[in-house]
């Protein structure tokens, strides 16, 4: 029998604490791998850019970590690009963040220029290239564990009713993606404008409510024009009667707030419910002040297992006295990633596009060649305010397409 050879490890980016009493030695941090936060310390993001540097500052605290070069961008693409080019001139080897897309775009060029590699918390995936890689939780990757679900039960027909909006689309890319991937048929995908009338409206389309309920409605009417005894009965039959189902499986939504609460009231009025229909949304549903008002029961959400965050959040309020913010997460692993390859060398693609990936606060995760990211996650039904996890995290990440 041939031997198995062994499976690489996986790199854990999460905190260590040194046993109490313990004396760690501290070697020299490694030259020339100064990391450079980008951040906005300033203006009307300045709550999450400090955050996101205290995040990171956690994760470089343990002895021999490289130093970090905190650069406040603003929440501009100007500001951002400034203190990209300032952390270059300082010699800063990587460059973790910026927050937005709007300024990783403007980062990207510069940091390309010099070589640099960007690790940005943007989710857009169209920021995302050689050298820069997108650690948000992108639509794809919130999409892919729903659809492989539904599929995996014999189920290949998606719909989505999406708002008109940069994420709205977004989603509706990454459920045709998805979809395509899979050797599915084609998604039904309708937008909507923030209206309430526009949503309905919507809701009727993408369900071809019509078609379902009018040969119904055209023959009750009918009967009741026979003005008999006999018509009456049969329109009241055909009144109980029930609308043949939905012309799809699974229907994604990507409302929150009051136009998700609206949107769920017309999924029993235009007949789209479970078990025929299995309603999915993007990963932001794990707040339960998201879809607070919508009646989602059984609906479908991907996202890390909290779990894994655990030890994290407890580090960051021990250290700075509050909870993390969601982004912090990113700014944690970005930050961590540089630790942990400081002692191989430069901070190349071929060092940061390690196959098997790492365990970072949100699970694993593996940076690819093109930029994208590859994350493992959970898949969740909400139950009233809260939610249930049926599907745990893969434990390990496909490898990247050659």
């Not at 030890?311 to 990633?337: E, L, Q, R």
């Amino acid at each position: 029998m041939e031997a198995v050879p062994p499976q690489p490890s996986i790199t854990p980016l999460l905190p260590s604490v040194a046993p109490p009493g313990v004396s760690v030695p501290t070697p020299p941090p490694p030259a020339g791998h100064t990391i450079a936060l980008l951040a906005p310390l300033s203006g009307p993001l300045a709550d999450i850019g400090q955050g996101l540097a205290n995040a990171a500052q956690l994760a470089l605290s343990p002895p021999g970590s490289p130093p970090l070069d905190v650069r406040d961008t603003g929440g501009t693409p100007q500001g951002a690009a400034t203190a990209a080019s300032a952390a270059i001139a300082a010699g800063d080897a990587l460059i973790i963040g910026p927050l937005t897309a709007g300024e990783t775009q403007a980062v990207a060029p510069i940091a390309r220029q010099a070589g640099a590699a960007v690790l940005a918390f943007t989710n857009d995936p169209t920021m995302a290239q050689p050298g820069v890689w997108t650690l948000g939780i992108t639509p794809l990757q919130q999409v892919q564990p729903m659809v492989g679900a539904e599929l995996a039960q014999n189920k290949s027909r998606f719909a989505a009713a999406l708002p008109n909006t940069p994420f709205g689309r977004a989603l509706g890319v990454a459920l045709a993606q998805a979809v395509q991937a899979a050797g599915a048929p084609p998604a039904s995908i309708r937008f909507y404008e923030n209206d309430n009338k526009a949503i309905a409206a919507t809701m009727r389309d993408v369900s071809d409510y019509a078609n379902r309920r009018g040969p119904l409605e055209a023959r009750r009417r009918a009967a009741l024009a026979q003005h008999t005894a006999a018509g009456r009965r049969e329109a009241a039959a055909l009144g109980r009667q029930p609308v043949p189902p939905a012309p799809f499986d699974a229907l994604l939504l990507g409302a929150t707030g009051e136009n998700l609460a609206w949107l769920s009231t017309f999924l029993p009025y235009y007949d789209v419910s479970a078990p025929e229909v299995q309603v999915m949304g993007p990963t932001i549903w794990a707040a339960p002040q998201a879809r607070q008002g919508a009646t989602l029961d059984g609906a479908w959400y991907a996202g890390p297992d909290p779990a894994a965050r655990a030890s994290f959040a407890a580090a960051y309020a021990a250290k700075y006295g509050a909870p993390p913010p969601g982004v912090a997460d990113f700014a944690y692993d970005a930050a961590a990633i540089g630790r942990v390859l400081a002692a191989s060398g430069p901070y190349s693609a071929t060092a940061l596009c390690q196959p098997q990936g790492f365990s970072g606060v949100d699970g694993l995760l593996a940076l690819r060649p093109d930029g994208s990211v590859a994350r493992s996650l959970a898949l969740f039904r909400i139950s009233g305010p809260g939610a249930t996890m049926i599907q745990p995290p893969a434990a390990s990440l496909p490898p990247a397409a050659p």
